[in-house]
């Protein structure tokens, strides 16, 4: 049995896990897993691709991850198993691959929406893969209700940061409260600069982009005075999380777990959390009294849930020492890489 893992951008892990090592950033995750696999790691080739594939790639992926799903048919052998990042690369691997001998399992980030939905029967993928794995409940019911897939085969875990990186340490300098916002898939900083305009408090976000739509989507049309952008290095953004006085997680209504990844590394920094109650993070918002959560698109409400914490600094912090408490051990790579690793493994023994 070989273990491959397909990625559905190229990242050059190597180059992480050094840094890593000298404390500048996070571990990936791909990386820590393939270590635990001794598994080969493909990811697409710039420019690759046929007409055919670009044409395929209007439903789910790119030219390049269907491209990478060919070459990879060529060399999978029977029992051989391939983890795949994302649907982007996911479903082109397992319409290709899946039923030829080789397992594939699927990661869905979020497979509910009309293409992924619309791929995910186009090519069967119910059938074709062997597994599927999803850090939202509200990923894993869908293929189980929508399509029937037993229990055996999904895996819903709660997302994962490295907490070797994201801990507890001494804030930067400060004149007033500093509200600290991180990441832009499906944020809602509208909200937030409503909330916060005119609070004697700093409103940092770590979210930059050229994509003008995006911008356009994501922030107020015009920035409130006390509100900053930019692109925040590994570095300053484990300094930026240790300095919030708050971490709020402003998102607009979805299904995956968008902001999962600004919450848990709050969480695991052991700084007190607003988030936007979603569809996709519900698992992770059933304790209220670890996160609070607000409304989506209420900023008198969010406005509210940020008065009271910043007048309460003392209580505010012994939520989050709870908070960090309990999920840490549920959050921590290791564990998380550990449980795909033991289900891909659990491949050989099944028929």
């Known amino acids: 049995m070989n273990f491959y893992i397909a990625m559905s951008n190229r990242t050059d892990l190597a180059a992480i896990e050094a840094e890593a090592r000298a404390g500048q950033r996070p571990r990936h995750a791909a990386g820590q897993l393939a270590s635990a696999l001794s598994a080969t790691v493909l990811a697409p080739e710039r420019g690759s691709g046929t007409r055919f594939d670009r044409l395929l790639s209007r439903l789910v992926g790119t030219p390049e991850t269907w491209a990478l799903a060919r070459r990879l048919r060529a060399l999978l052998k029977a029992g051989d198993v391939v983890f795949c990042a994302d649907e982007a690369v996911g479903i082109p691997v397992a319409a290709l691959c899946g039923g030829r001998g080789a397992k594939v399992m699927v990661f869905g980030h979020n497979l509910v929406r009309p ?19 999803a850090v939202s409940k509200k990923q894993t019911d869908f293929l189980r209700h929508a399509y029937g897939i037993d229990d055996a085969r999904l895996l819903t875990l709660s997302d994962q940061t490295d907490i070797r990186f994201f801990i507890p340490g001494e804030s930067l300098s400060k004149q007033r409260p500093v509200i600290v916002s991180v990441g832009l898939e499906k944020r809602d900083y509208r909200t937030l600069a409503a909330a916060t305009a005119d609070l004697d408090v700093d409103v940092r976000i770590s979210g930059f982009s050229a994509d003008a739509r995006v911008i356009q989507e994501t922030f107020p049309d015009e920035m409130p005075a006390n509100m900053t952008k930019g692109f925040y290095t590994w570095p300053d953004l484990q300094a930026l999380y ?18 999962i990844q600004g919450l848990l590394e709050a969480v695991a920094c052991g700084r007190p959390v607003i988030v936007t109650r979603t569809e996709g993070l519900a698992e992770y918002l059933d304790r209220p009294d670890l996160i609070t959560s607000v409304a989506t698109g209420d900023p008198a409400q969010m406005r509210a849930a940020i008065e009271a914490k910043l007048a309460d600094p003392a209580q505010a912090e012994r939520q989050a020492a709870a908070a960090r408490e309990f999920f840490l051990p549920r959050i921590d790579s290791d564990h998380y890489v550990a449980a795909i690793a033991d289900k891909l493994r659990s ?3 099944w028929t």
């Open 115 to 133: 293409r992924a939905r619309a791929a995910l029967a186009l090519f069967s993928i119910g059938k074709k893969a062997e597994a599927f794995m």
């Open 347 to 349: 491949f050989g023994a």
């Open 242 to 259: 240790r300095t919030a006085d708050i971490v709020v997680v402003s998102l607009f209504p979805n299904t995956y777990a968008a902001g």
